[in-house]
């Protein structure tokens, strides 16, 4: 029984060629207020894929801060983008839709004055997800920003538009904050970094 077995998993490895043991991924679970490591797969090539370090929201659950690392080059590695979502129910029309793509904001990184990017809000359900896109810094950079911190808060401001036009975020977003533990950030951001090193080593052999 067991020749059988051996004999029809060199089978399979022979008949499947496409797969190889470097595309096995780092997938953990999802914990409570806690930075955990997956890779998303956005097509068929690993230079599609991104590694991202990720932990829930505190005030909208389901809208994670995110550190994505695309699997680029061994260089690349060390560097992330950082992005979250914003779930709302105040977008009732294509116009408003559109009228957030690619908007620069201000926001409060805690109670450090930047700029964010709106970039684009897609329908979810009956409501929308608006995308955010916070900056790019070397992960080393990031775990020196936060350091002694245990948690980041992000409020969106209102703003006014080289039209004149005000944005005020209470007219699109009925929650315009969320805020995020940093429990294991500096872990995850490692593991991440060493899981984008390790895929594109396998893959480059």
Request: include cysteine; charged fraction near 25%; hydrophobic fraction near 40%.
């Amino acid at each position: 029984m067991k020749n059988i077995f051996i004999l029809w998993f060199s089978f399979c490895l022979l008949c499947l060629p496409h797969l190889s043991f470097s595309q096995i991924y780092l997938d953990e679970e999802e914990i409570e207020d806690t930075w955990t490591v997956s890779v998303e797969k956005d097509g068929d090539s690993i230079s599609d894929w991104v590694v991202v370090a990720s932990v829930n929201g505190k005030v909208t659950h389901g809208d994670r801060l995110r550190v994505r690392i695309p699997i680029k080059t061994t260089e690349r590695c060390s560097i992330g983008n950082t992005m979250t979502t914003f779930y709302t129910t105040n977008i009732d029309n294509e116009t408003e839709d559109q009228f957030l793509e690619s908007v620069m904001i201000p926001a409060t990184l805690n109670d450090e004055a930047i700029y964010v990017n709106l970039l684009f809000a897609i329908r979810f359900f009956d409501d929308h997800l608006v995308y955010i896109d916070i900056s790019y810094n070397p992960l080393e950079y990031l775990k020196d920003h936060f350091k002694g911190q245990k948690d980041v808060n992000l409020i969106l401001k209102d703003r006014i538009n080289q039209k004149g036009i005000t944005l005020i975020n209470s007219d699109y977003f009925d929650v315009s904050q969320n805020n995020f533990s940093l429990n294991g950030f500096n872990a995850a951001l490692d593991r991440a970094r060493n899981e984008c090193e390790r895929l594109i080593k396998e893959n480059s052999i």
